[in-house]
């Protein structure tokens, strides 16, 4: 603490030089932030897939339906706890900006399948004796003002509308939450059977299966089971994890996390050049200071710390607050709930984050303080006088 | 009978020289100097005499070739760099020509640098930074940055941050060069007034025989050697 009056003076040596440091690593872990955010937003689908769900999709793509028949065959395949299917609805509410995902699932087997959603008892019920019900994630639900007993009408430019109607309409029957932050909570769930009676095109044909195993470590066998089950007939299967499924959906635009890192790689890699050519320069142009401060009797090592911990407090201070700005902006929401269905900054990304900084602080200050260490007094004092 | 007193500041065979490229410059060739507690020696001599790589030397800041350096009891060429800073923070006060004051510190942040490295409280540290700037009458201006200050001023400041550990050597090296005549005068009779009331031993180096008029012995170097009369 007492030393805190000489590590300040160092840094408000040069107010201009120092400030614009702190300002180009603040806006760095600003950014850091930001993309964690988004790292987590397209990593959330992986890391909250169920162990023990696998997905059964066409081998194709995903494009390409299935028969439902397929679940009663699927169910029935030794090590197969539970199974459900799921079909991609594309329903545009008002406006095509104004996307959400929007499927048909049977509900008890739905909800069965995934007890992240966590709906009322209330909720399960009405939808259960409500045909057009649908339930619809907190987010959405708050993102659109929808409260339980308002119609939805929807568009689907892949099913088209029921005979005799413009659009689909469904009755908002429950609002659901997720048991876990990162659940994504954007989606509309509506009753597969008024979805398939009320259709005109490729009734009979699902989307995708989940299948929750029974042990998650015969997930390969089973996998391969099912594909089997399903081999050498108009719809062949593809059966891999959950996680693998929706790490393949978020690398259709790309291996994000990649790009994600060779950006903060890059803008890390030229923070630290500034950052270390100031420190560099700074304990330059104190040469003669440093000198002192040993003359006084300040070792050789503890020059090293000092010149150490005023590089690291710019990087930490500054980090911490580009963190801090990144965090408070990414609480006030979504800024793009249309592509990103789950959007925050978690906590292992700012402790990662603040752990960086004081990284950063430690690579910038270790070569200009290293120099100080070795300064030769009579030569510091002689160059600083 | 009794014994002769010991010099405090002992220095005996030392050798000191620099190398320029494939040159060797012998600065300092088996010196000899003893200097007794209490004393006031100016040091003088013409430019690269040798004189400030002696007072180098003495103030642990360098280490010789050959010889030894003794102050009170402590052989100053066989402590390690760590042994040499605790030693230096203990017994030295350095007052340099051009005041080598940090300059985003405040006159008594500045003079209370050295007490930083003791195990005194922040109310012990204030106590003796206010006595210190009282010694050489700057209270008045602690909360000054040494830009505010005049030269003379930065001198004092200099000389409060010297002795704020009351050190057992003062070394000065041309304390008043950069100075005016006056403000000169006034640091030398701090100086003096600091070997005389309060027994400080200083050894001061300067080009200037009016300082050294102001010095208790005279010492003059000149080609690496010392002796008591200026070579012609």
Known sequence: MKFLPLLWAGLKRKKLRTALTFLSIFVAFMLFGFLGALKEALSAGVRMAGQDRLIVRHKVSLIQTLPESYLARIQVIPGVAAACHQTWFSGIYQDPKNFFPNMPVIPEEFLAMFPEFVLSDAGKQAWLNTRTGAIVGRTTANRFHWKIGDRIPLRSPIWGQPAGQTQWEFDIVGIYDGAKKGTDTSQLFFRYDFFDEARNLEKGQVGWFTVRIAHPDQAAEIAAKIDAEFANSPY??????????????????????????????????????????????????????????????????????????????????????????????????????????????????????????????????????????RLHIADALRRGG | ???????????????????????????????????????????????????????????????????????????????????????????????????????????????????????????????????????????????????????????????????????????CDEPTGDLDRKAGDEILSLLQSLNKEHGKTIIMVTHDPHASARASRIVYLDKGRLSDQPSD
């Open chain 1, 236 to 373: 062949e299967t593809k059966t891999e994890p959950e996680g693998a499924f929706a790490q393949g959906f978020a690398q259709q635009i790309g291996d994000i996390a990649t790009i994600v890192m060779a950006v903060v790689g890059a803008v890390f890699f030229t923070i630290l050049l500034v950052a270390g050519n100031t420190m560099a320069q700074s304990v330059r142009e104190r040469t003669g200071e440093l000198g002192v401060l040993k003359a006084l009797g300040f070792s050789n090592p503890m020059v090293l710390v000092l010149v150490l911990l005023e590089s690291c407090a710019i990087a930490v201070l500054a980090g911490c607050g580009g963190l801090g700005v990144a965090w408070l902006i990414v609480s006030t929401g979504n800024p793009v709930p249309t592509l990103l269905p789950v959007f925050y900054l978690p906590p292992a990304s700012l402790l990662a984050g603040a752990a960086l900084a004081a990284v950063l602080g430690l690579a910038a200050g270790a070569l200009p303080a290293w120099q100080a260490m």
């Open chain 2, 1 to 171: 009978m009794n014994p002769s007193p010991q010099p405090l500041v002992s220095i005996r065979h030392v050798s000191k020289t620099f190398r320029r490229g494939a040159e060797e410059i012998h600065v300092l060739t088996e010196l000899e100097l003893a200097v007794m507690d209490a004393e006031f020696l100016a040091l003088m001599g013409p430019s690269g005499s040798g004189k400030s790589t002696l007072l180098n030397l003495i103030g642990g800041l360098d280490r010789p070739d050959t010889g030894s350096v003794q102050i009170g009891d402590d052989r100053v060429d066989q402590l390690n760099d760590r042994q040499l800073a605790a030693w230096r923070a203990r017994h030295i006060g350095f007052v340099f020509q051009f005041y080598n004051l940090l300059p985003a510190l405040t006159a008594e942040r500045n003079v209370e640098l050295p007490l930083l490295l003791t195990g005194l409280n922040k109310a012990e540290r204030r106590q003796h930074v206010q006595a210190a700037l009282a010694a050489v009458s700057l209270s008045n201006r602690s909360k000054h940055f040494p830009r505010t200050l005049s030269g003379g001023e930065q001198q004092r400041v200099g000389i409060a941050r010297a002795i704020v550990t009351d050190p057992t050597v003062l070394l």
